[in-house]
Every structure is written in structure tokens, then in C-alpha cells.
């Protein structure tokens, strides 16, 4: 089946740096990729959709200047969370469809706990 | 806009027995509707999809129902075990055309030994 890897599993950062979250699709190619925030118990909140060789796009409410995406190649998404406040820390979930298809399911990758201190 | 409304209080049943998750939704009826498995920590894991023209979907001891009159989606595990113990979420498309899900913040089910 479609594998998702996202790394690293776990960081802790100060407050001010910033931090840089992999996403990459190992068996199939992803020209789209979403990104994903998780709180503690609540739902998954999209955060931006990271296409292959063009700007992410990002929902209303996400600074983009802020949490700055590239998707250089067709395997790989990486998500940078810059200038990282405590308010930052979350977990962030990367996903991709393996065929393209919008009716297909959601590949996702074991996400990344991020704690600002 | 769509909201999803899951049961936010746990699902504690024994094991054996079959458990009864519920999806509703307010807005338009969506294309499609999934369920999703997230354990602590994890990413969620996809489980099943079922289109707004099946009102029945089936896979090994998971079936899921859809009902675009009453805008909901019943998901059960029959024989539950307690390695079925874990959060289930299910997701709509956005109805944009944007191949964008919207999630339901899940349910958590406990199956006691």
C-alpha cells in the first residue's frame, strides 16, 4: 500500500528558531500533498495544499509567510514552521492521495509533534 | 459551511459486542464520505469510503451506512476486540471540487477485555 514517512516524529525548538518537517511519499508519486494541524483532541484542521513545482495554497487564517512550503519533487513536501512561538506547538500531519483521485483515500504520515519552548 | 459532528464523549463497550459510531452532518451531502482510525500519536489511517449512491459498505467486521435524508453516517465493528481501541474520525469532501477533506474531531472507543 501507499506509505506516507514523515520526519522527524518529535522536536522541541526555542522560541524565535525555526523548524523544518519532511514529508515524502515512498512508493507513488504526489503532486499534491495537504498539510494538516492536530490539538489535542479535535479534529484535523487543513492548513495548506503543497503542489509539485507551483505555490502551496493556503486556507484563510494561515500565514503563509509563517509556515513556509516546497514541494520540490514529486516525493517530497516539506513544511518549515519559522520564527516558532509557543503558540506553534502542535501536531502537524502530512497527507497525500496515491492516484491523484479525489475519491481515493487519504494517505497519511505518522505526523510531528512540535513543542516550542 | 459543512460542520461534522461526531460524539465527543468515549465509546466504552465490552468486548464482544458491537460498536455503533455516529457522523453527522449539517450542510449539503457530500460525494463521498470516509472513516478514518487515529491511534495517540499517529497519523489516521484510512478504513472505508462510501459514495452517496451506496447506502451500505462493507470490509471483513467494519460496515458503514449512509443516509443523505437523516445527513449521517453509522460505522460499526461487530466482534469488537480491544485492539480495536483507538479514535475513529470520519471526513467529508469540501463540496468545492478541491479533493479537500473536512474531519470530524472523532470518537474514541475503549473495548474492555
Known amino acids: 500500500g501507499a506509505v506516507v514517512s514523515q520526519h522527524p516524529s518529535r522536536v522541541i525548538c526555542k522560541s524565535g528558531t525555526s523548524v523544518k518537517i519532511e514529508c515524502r511519499s515512498l512508493?507513488?508519486?504526489?503532486?499534491?500533498m495537504f498539510w494538516y494541524r492536530q490539538f489535542p483532541k479535535q479534529s484535523l484542521m487543513l492548513m495548506a495544499t503543497s503542489n509539485e513545482g507551483s505555490k502551496a495554497t493556503y486556507e484563510q487564517g494561515v500565514e503563509k509567510d509563517k509556515f513556509l512550503i516546497n514541494h520540490a519533487s514529486l516525493t517530497l513536501s516539506t513544511l518549515t514552521v519559522t520564527s516558532a512561538h509557543p503558540e506553534d506547538s502542535s501536531f502537524y500531519i502530512c497527507?497525500?492521495?496515491?492516484?491523484?483521485?479525489?475519491?481515493?483515500?487519504?494517505?497519511f504520515g505518522n505526523g510531528t509533534r512540535l513543542t516550542v519552548t | 459551511s459543512q460542520k461534522i459532528e461526531q460524539n465527543s464523549e468515549a465509546l466504552n463497550i465490552q468486548e464482544g459486542k458491537t460498536a455503533t459510531l455516529t457522523c453527522n452532518y449539517t450542510n449539503y451531502s457530500p460525494a463521498y464520505l470516509q472513516w478514518y482510525r487515529q491511534d495517540p500519536g499517529r497519523g489516521p489511517v484510512f478504513l472505508l469510503l462510501?459514495?452517496?449512491?451506496?447506502k451500505e459498505k462493507r470490509k471483513e467486521r467494519l460496515k458503514v451506512t449512509f443516509d443523505t435524508t437523516l445527513k449521517q453516517s453509522l460505522f460499526h465493528i461487530t466482534a469488537s476486540q480491544p485492539a480495536d481501541s483507538a479514535t475513529y474520525l470520519c471526513a467529508l469532501d469540501r463540496g468545492d471540487s478541491s479533493y479537500k477533506l473536512i474531519f470530524g474531531s472523532g470518537t474514541r472507543l475503549l473495548v474492555r477485555p
Open positions: 497527507s497525500a492521495y496515491d492516484r491523484g483521485a479525489y475519491n481515493s483515500p487519504l494517505h
Open positions: 512508493d507513488f508519486q504526489a503532486t499534491t
Open positions: 462510501i459514495r452517496e449512491n451506496e
